[in-house]
């Protein structure tokens, strides 16, 4: 299992991997946001934590079908389910691989850009602990949206239809937190339960992704 | 005689043929019955005037809306545990009638909150759970629509629908926590007499009772669609069969 | 180890294609599947390698015998050919590629990316892959597409070295590769319209 994430990683930051694209995508939404609703700091900074949650969540979205179809489209997938390694442990592979080349980069890039919305100060640190803490469940229901739709031909946006609505609990606590962060308030209730849902992710998310796969591939 | 022995096709086929056409007279009569009585038959509230009559269509469809994703989420089960192509077909069918059934819930909700709460939409929890469901039930229909071998299209559909019906309840919790509503308590339960005058209440479930039975009618109507629509593919795959 | 197939019926898309398929072959024998373009060759060696599963019979091994190798090889095109065979050797608990190196003569390509290989070195890489599965049954679909002569004859010692390890290759091919073993022409055995039984 180890060994398919260094894979996938690899692939990840070689050339025309795609590393850093949800990144950019993250940095763009964000400058663009004062050009939507104007260079008001008060206001930027009201709207702040929930506008980078919700940056960062539309950032994870876009790299979600590339999780198994491009094993797909070159067989490795067929080979990957003959492999002695079950399907579950394919698929936790496969979201690790995803929360290490989006959700952790997202997590650290999203205090600095933070400043640019004039987020208030202790919220930075919120903001980047709930979305350390709320990106492995954005992986991971992702990675299941994605077996959902690997045996499609036109996956990518039906995924968005099928994954959006499972983001929102993650979306709401997690925004939740580093708003709380920024007015001042004790946020730590919404991050127990943000927590929980990761948790919660991590624990049932495999196996239905597992079992989505094999229903795809067959 | 099991029930399981109405999975067979052609078992089901033969007794739902008799019970669309009872089923459906029977919606017709309670609904047109409960609509007349309660628009016509009942005093306006003292609160809130003639605009609580929209409680007829509000609250059957909003209760539908959420017994068919039930419906479905048990049917999904039954499939993935039984294998019985009738219940994956069942789910099949629930989704459209529920989605529908949310929508009415959701313009109906829109209609009376316009003279109540002074807008057309808040984003109370009751309502925002509601616009999620509605969003779960288009991604469950689009995956239908999606996959193009039946069985496939049915365990995936199925799979969708226990994570989702996880997330769903998961998501009326985190909306709950979002934002504490100004929607009026629930205004059904067994002690409804707190809730609803009996002026209102009776005709309420008249008209409940005819929304369930369009329900069943419509889900019935739907499985045998999709049961022949299924034995029109396999007759189309053995004849391919047979040229090639 | 033998491998054998009985009242095996395979399919595609809920359609049978061969029906009530029986076949046994020993250790350190070939079987290779003849038969037209669409007359269930590689829905058979998807079947056997556990990719799907049989519609009716029963097949012993199970899947955790079989290396698969089909059209595409899941080669990656952004690592190196060290690189690729090293992480399916991890994956199957092997350490060394040197053999897959050497079976195709692949070591002068070794630190190259995958993408600047031609199809036929590309195609030999995919077949490296099958020595270090460390599995007794191979089943390879059309192996030899795009192998010039001299890795057509590699190709074959290789799996001739395999089959004298006691091991067991299913080809579906139409090359004569001289290897010891039996022809399973599929014509007798395609389904027919009752196979697809009645609907439902």
């Known amino acids: 299992m180890i060994r398919l994430v260094a894979r996938d990683l690899a692939l990840a930051v070689r050339a025309g991997g795609g590393f850093g694209l949800g990144l950019a995508f993250f940095l763009v939404v964000t400058v663009l946001v004062p050009f939507g609703v104007g260079p008001d700091t008060a206001r930027l900074g009201a709207i702040a934590p929930g506008l980078l949650w919700i940056a960062a969540l539309l950032a994870c979205l876009l790299s979600l079908d590339r999780i198994f179809a491009l094993d797909r489209e070159d067989g490795a997938l067929d080979l990957l389910a003959t492999a002695p390694l079950p399907m579950e442990g394919i698929a936790l592979a496969k979201a690790a691989a995803h929360w290490l080349t989006t959700g952790l980069p997202l997590s650290l890039a999203a205090a600095p850009l933070g400043v640019l919305l004039n987020l208030a100060w202790p919220g930075h640190l919120w903001l980047a602990a709930s979305l350390l803490a709320g990106t492995p469940a954005l992986s991971l229901i992702g990675t299941f949206g994605a077996a959902l739709t690997v045996g499609l031909r036109r996956g990518g946006l039906l995924i968005s239809l099928l994954v959006l609505p499972l983001y929102i609990p993650t979306l709401v606590f997690g925004a939740d937190v580093a708003r709380r962060g920024a007015e001042g308030l004790d946020p730590t209730t919404p991050l127990a339960l943000l927590a929980a849902v990761t948790l919660g992710c991590l624990a049932g998310l495999p196996f239905a992704a597992a079992a989505a796969l094999r229903v795809s591939l067959r | 005689m099991s029930l399981w022995s109405y999975a067979n096709p052609v078992r089901f086929m033969g007794a739902t043929r008799p019970l669309v056409p009872v089923l459906g007279a029977v919606a017709a009569v309670c609904i047109l019955v409960g609509l007349a009585w309660g628009f016509f038959f009942t005093p306006d509230d003292y609160r809130q005037g003639s605009t609580v009559k929209i409680i007829y269509l509000h609250v059957p469809s909003a209760l539908m809306a959420i017994n068919a994703w039930f419906m479905m989420l048990v049917a999904s089960l039954v499939w993935l545990i039984r294998r019985h192509h009738v219940s994956a077909l069942a789910a099949r069918a629930a989704a459209p009638v529920g989605v529908t059934m949310t929508l009415i819930a959701l313009v109906t909700g829109a209609v009376w909150g316009s003279p109540m709460w002074g807008t057309w939409w808040a984003w109370d929890p009751r309502l925002t759970s509601f616009l999620i469901l509605f969003l779960f039930y288009l991604g469950y229909i689009a995956l239908w629509q999606a996959v193009e071998d039946p069985d496939a299209a049915a365990d995936l559909t199925s799979v969708l629908c226990l994570v989702g019906s996880v997330f769903a309840v998961l998501s009326r919790y985190a909306v709950n926590f979002w934002n504490q509503g100004l929607h009026q308590g629930a205004s059904l339960s067994l002690d409804a007499e707190k809730n609803v005058a009996d002026v209102f209440y009776y005709p309420l479930l008249v008209c409940i009772a005819g929304f369930v039975a369009l329900f069943a009618a419509l889900v019935l109507l739907g499985t045998r669609t999709e049961i022949r629509a299924r034995r029109l593919h396999v007759l189309r795959l053995r004849e391919r069969m047979a040229d090639a | ?200």
């Open chain 3, 1 to 200: 180890m033998t491998l054998r197939a009985r009242d095996l019926t395979v399919g595609r898309g809920g359609l049978p294609v061969l029906a009530r398929l029986s076949f046994t072959v020993e250790a350190g024998r070939a079987l290779i599947l003849r038969g037209a373009n669409g007359t269930g060759k590689t829905t058979l060696l998807r079947t056997l390698a556990g990719l799907q599963a049989p519609m009716a019979g029963e097949i012993a091994p199970g899947r955790d015998a079989v290396a698969y190798a089909g059209h595409a090889d899941g080669m990656k095109a952004q690592l190196t050919v060290a690189e690729n065979l090293a992480f399916w050797a991890g994956l199957h608990g092997l350490r060394g590629i040197d053999a897959a190196l050497d079976a195709f003569a692949l070591r002068p390509l070794e630190d190259r990316l995958a993408q600047h290989l031609s199809a036929g070195q590309r195609r030999r890489l995919g077949l490296a892959r099958m020595l270090v599965t460390g599995r007794p049954v191979w089943c390879l679909d059309e192996p030899t597409v795009s192998l010039d002569a001299a890795n057509t004859a590699r190709f074959a010692a290789m799996v001739e070295g395999h089959l004298a390890e006691g091991g067991i290759a299913i080809l579906a091919t139409h090359i004569d590769l001289g290897l010891a073993g039996d022809t399973l022409d599929m014509g007798p055995w395609r389904a027919t319209a009752l196979d697809a039984g009645a609907p439902a």
